[in-house]
């Protein structure tokens, strides 16, 4: 395919099953695939991922290239259930994250 979409699809299965999946899809994506992975999982999300949106309610929250930072931030969000408005506040949640 040119563009492959995975919607929460490397979340099912047991872990040898999880692995073997996530490898097959690095593989596929190297080959110059484009791919877009919906998925709640910070650890996929890092693993696979060049470029981040985050959505919430169907509003973007934030875009970028910086996967780790939105990351934290995202995992901020879901500890603190507050929302981060704009890219100050984003980073803040990151920085926030990283001194627990």
């Given at each position: 395919?040119?563009?492959?979409?995975?919607?929460?699809?490397?979340?099912?299965?047991?872990?040898?099953?999880?692995?073997?999946?996530?490898?097959?899809?690095?593989?596929?994506?190297?080959?110059?695939?484009?791919?877009?992975?919906?998925?709640?999982s910070g650890g996929?999300?890092?693993?696979?991922?060049?470029?981040?949106?985050?959505?919430?309610?169907?509003?973007?929250?934030?875009?970028?290239?910086?996967?780790?930072?939105?990351?934290?931030?995202y995992e901020q969000?879901?500890?603190?259930?507050?929302?981060?408005?704009?890219?100050?506040?984003?980073?803040?949640a990151a920085e926030?994250?990283?001194?627990?």
């Open positions: 395919p040119d563009i492959l979409i995975l919607d929460e699809v490397l979340s099912v299965g047991d872990g040898a099953f999880r692995i073997k999946s996530g490898d097959k899809m690095k593989e596929i994506l190297s080959g110059g695939v484009t791919g877009i992975l919906v998925s709640h996929q999300v890092r693993d696979m991922c060049n470029k981040i949106l985050w959505l919430d309610h169907g509003k973007q929250v934030a875009f970028g290239s910086d996967v780790q930072m939105l990351c934290d931030a969000f879901m500890a603190t259930k507050k929302l981060p408005e704009g890219e100050e506040e984003i980073r803040a926030a994250l990283l001194k627990e």
